[in-house]
């Protein structure tokens, strides 16, 4: 599956999750979409439908969410829908203060599986990853 495909799916059953939970999802750019309602935040998502799983999760975006003043996380997906890492701000906050995630000179911090994410383990269901947002919310 290519990764725009396993993006879309991730999509589509976050959207089908909303209709059952009493959230809105609003698509609003490739990786981007905004959750209205018992769960209000942004969901920054990246995938990587091949090894080895690196991403690109760009400062300046990461910057714009808080300027936003609204909750975000980050889902790193590892070319399936159903596994993958979610982080809060507070997980993206200790790797960029400690200096875990390197900045490339193109404004992306560069995350690969292992000490870049050491202080998550994957979820490996969809049903996980959707526990892990509800409890999200609720805490946040």
Do not use: H
């Amino acid at each position: 599956m290519k990764a725009s495909e396993i993006l879309d799916a991730f999509v589509d059953n976050i959207s089908k999750q909303g209709v059952q939970n009493s959230f809105e999802v609003i698509r609003l750019s490739n990786n981007i979409i905004e959750l209205r309602g018992f769960i209000s935040l942004f969901l920054y998502i990246k995938v990587r439908s091949t090894e080895p799983y690196t991403w690109g999760i760009t400062k300046s975006r990461l910057e714009e969410f808080e300027r936003q003043n609204k909750a975000y996380c980050v889902v790193l997906l590892l070319g399936l829908i159903e596994k993958g890492y979610f982080l809060t701000q507070a997980d993206i906050d200790y790797y960029i203060i400690r200096e875990i995630w390197p900045l490339g000179k193109d404004g992306d911090y560069k995350i690969k599986v292992g000490k870049y994410l050491e202080r998550n383990r994957p979820f490996d269901s969809f049903e996980e990853f959707m526990d892990l947002l509800k409890n999200f919310a609720v805490n946040k």
